[in-house]
């Protein structure tokens, strides 16, 4: 591959003949480029293959890692596995409406929180979760920051009252 077809091709041209209406199953093309392009490891591939169509879509979709990283593999299996869990409830953890969890992941695709930060942000009140996706910030020259936003959303809880 070339890297000329970008993700928006997807489906198109690029793919033969466009997808039929109500097709349920990727393309293995489509699938073998989105693994090239994010360079996945065997791993993330694997995730990749083993998720249903209609989660397939959502993962290749909307994974978007921060452009600083080389290496997403493990990101994206995090991702995927979010993903999955999420529509596998018909809701988020604890029940978050769908809305609600699109603005958690988006903040976690935004920072490249790992597990541990992603979990700490789930078990969070929804006002506390509100307050630290609105307030974290970062030193821009930090690579990798889950340690920082856990202490961060650790320290909001506490003052609001909401720890324990």
Do not use: Y
Request: hydrophobic residues 45%; glycine residues 10%; contains cysteine.
């Amino acid at each position: 591959a070339t890297g000329a077809g970008e993700a928006a091709e997807w489906g198109g041209e690029a793919a033969g003949e466009p997808a039929a209406e109500g097709a349920d199953v990727l393309e293995e093309a489509d699938i073998a480029a989105f693994i090239e392009r994010f360079s996945l490891n065997d791993n993330a591939a694997g995730k990749l293959r083993s998720l249903s169509p209609d989660v397939q879509r959502v993962v290749m979709a909307d994974f978007s890692p921060p452009s600083h990283m080389s290496e997403v593999s493990g990101k994206f299996i995090m991702f995927a596995v979010s993903i999955d869990k999420a529509r596998a409830q018909g809701l988020g953890p604890r029940g978050v409406a769908p809305d609600r969890q699109q603005q958690i992941e988006a903040f976690v695709q935004k920072w490249g929180l790992n597990q541990d930060a992603l979990t700490k942000l789930n078990k969070l009140p929804p006002a506390v979760q509100s307050i630290v996706m609105a307030e974290f910030s970062p030193p821009p020259h930090i690579e990798e920051c889950s340690g920082k936003f856990i202490m961060f959303a650790a320290s909001v809880e506490k003052r609001s009252g909401a720890a324990g």
